[in-house]
């Protein structure tokens, strides 16, 4: 275990440099694709439940989502529930890149997956999660 650390952080940054490279073709940045993705599979989430789901901080929510409108991918409409709080929804623009993100996303999971089983990809997945809430549980 003494080279977990390493191998999060190795494999963070290489993603982050594969989905720059791809991503940015379709006029987005790393940071931004998981929004699109997000929003288009739940459109009319607030700010609060997109935070929540992404796993996100508020003020970060809060900023990208003022670059993806200001970059006409999504649009905030007041909520009927709550006068304070906003519902996001993609623009035909965001719809229209979401297959291609998508396309990215898995392009990226089979490489670094590409010399695993099956077995071993659930496994994997499984572990993974574990250990994101561990990250999560243990640094608040």
Known sequence: ????????????????????EHLQK??????????IVCI????????????????IDKSTVTKVLSQLEAMGFIIKTKSSNDRRAFN???TDKALAIYPKILEIKDEWHHRITENLSDIECD???????KVMENSIKNCK
Not at 2 to 18: A, P
Not at 123 to 129: D, I, S
């Open 40 to 55: 288009c599979d739940n459109p009319g989430y607030t700010q609060d439940e997109l935070s929540q789901r992404l796993i």
């Open 123 to 129: 496994v994997f997945e499984r572990l993974m999660e």
């Open 88 to 90: 996001i929804f993609p």
């Open 1 to 20: 275990m003494k080279d977990l650390s390493k191998y999060v952080s190795v494999t963070h940054r290489r993603s982050q440099i594969f989905y720059t």
């Open 26 to 35: 379709l006029g987005i940045s790393s940071g931004q694709f998981m929004y």
